[in-house]
């Protein structure tokens, strides 16, 4: 809506302010991100759902269920066994991600306070309109 804006110190101000919060969204990224180990075993948790699901013309049956996509199973306890062994052996990673995810929760819960940048009015670009004037009144002081 206002990338088409021009005005050097415009411009500047808008720059710095998405690079603020372009840092925070990388942050949370990177806070949520699974470790190696955890992505190995759910590689690990995919191939053996693949081994162990029936196989219909050549590829595996899926089943659907409120929206969510699962291999259906040759044998649905021979596979729980297989997984639970596997969880087993990924125990520090799995508990590692729940960890994770729970903190995570509480992070996407907090209030954050951003400093940005904010612009004279004598510097908005001449050619604006009433709706980017609106959309960035936030940055504007007088």
Do not use: H, W
């Amino acid at each position: 809506m206002c990338g088409n804006l021009k005005g050097l110190k415009f411009a500047y101000c808008m720059a710095k302010n998405k690079k603020k919060i372009d840092e925070e969204i990388e942050f949370i990224k990177e806070f949520i991100k699974p470790s190696e180990e955890y992505l190995d075993y759910d590689r690990k948790r995919i191939e053996l759902a693949k081994s162990c699901a029936k196989v219909k013309d050549g590829k595996e049956e899926v089943a659907v269920k409120d929206g969510v996509e699962s291999y259906v199973m040759e044998n649905q306890e021979d596979f729980n066994k297989k997984v639970k062994e596997l969880q087993e052996e990924y125990n520090d990673a799995l508990e590692g991600r729940k960890k994770q995810i729970e903190d995570y929760g509480k992070l996407i819960e907090e209030e954050i306070e951003i400093e940005l940048c904010k612009i004279k009015e004598k510097n908005l670009p001449e050619d604006i309109t009433t709706n980017q004037f609106a959309s960035i009144s936030e940055f504007i002081i007088d």
